[in-house]
């Protein structure tokens, strides 16, 4: 294995730049995919390799239910520095499952309190809850509902109001809080991941922005619902759940509302800077996945050799 085991722990360094890039070049829905992909990817390469360091290191403490043969020096000259990686590999481990653990069952958590707190109210796929609160977001579920507030609908005028709901059936018919949370759980499995989680945050927002605009017929309805809305709202329970005033960057999604709609194209051409970026993350990705990959399989026919029979 040798020092490309380390591989996928660094490689998600090369995410800021590339979500800067495809923030501001690519449509919102294909950068979106792309990143959600690269930080999903990355994150599984990540968490395997630390895997991978925790078994040599756990081979090598005294007392351990691992066959013998797991510490001999042929496993352990499989890492380099085994004895300080290995071990360090172990709480980091530990901590990256408990970390994603605690971030999926908080999501599950708030979107079954959500389904319940909606439980008395009819079954049409708008929920209005009688709450001075202004707030409004997409719950996702068996029956997608948008669940917005009365404090809400008397902030906004009728044409706004039309935009908050297109807005966030857009969410619900394109499944961005998969997205979100994949992000989420990435960023947890590696910090270097966080810029790829902050930027799908914002371009889902975006991604929902464009189509609301197509559906109302006005960019700058969906402008001025979102920079309303946004004065008056506390926003979402949680991060995973998207909504109309998302948190962040608004001005920059009512600037780019106000400005031309972006281009449709799905991939950038090669020989422009978002072009390279994209290519960059596709290549490094799939180092990270071939990294971890022959890791695994090396460290597994290492094991398997030194396994007494």
Known sequence: MGVFVFLPLVLPLTAWPIARLAEQHLHPRAATWLLSAVAGVLAVCSTLCLALLMVVGTAQLPGNPLPDGWSDPEVREAVPYDEIAGKAAIPALIAVLAACTRTAW???????????????????????????????????????????????????????????????????????????????LAARANPFLRPLRTAVTYLAERWADEEAAGAVGSRRTVALAIGKSALISRGAPIATLAHFAAPGPVPRRVAALLGPAPATRIWPPVFTRVGLAAWTAAAGTTASALSSANAAVTLFLILHAATPM
């Open 106 to 184: 908080r999501h599950h958590r708030v979107r079954r309190r959500a389904e319940r707190a909606l439980a008395g109210l009819p079954a049409t796929p708008v929920a209005v809850l009688p709450d001075e609160q202004p707030y409004a977001y997409a719950l996702p579920g068996r029956r997608n509902r948008i669940v917005v507030t009365t404090g809400m609908l008397a902030g906004l005028g009728s044409a706004e109001r039309r935009a908050l709901f297109a807005h966030e059936r857009v969410h619900l018919a394109r499944r961005h809080h998969r997205f979100l949370l994949t992000v989420q």
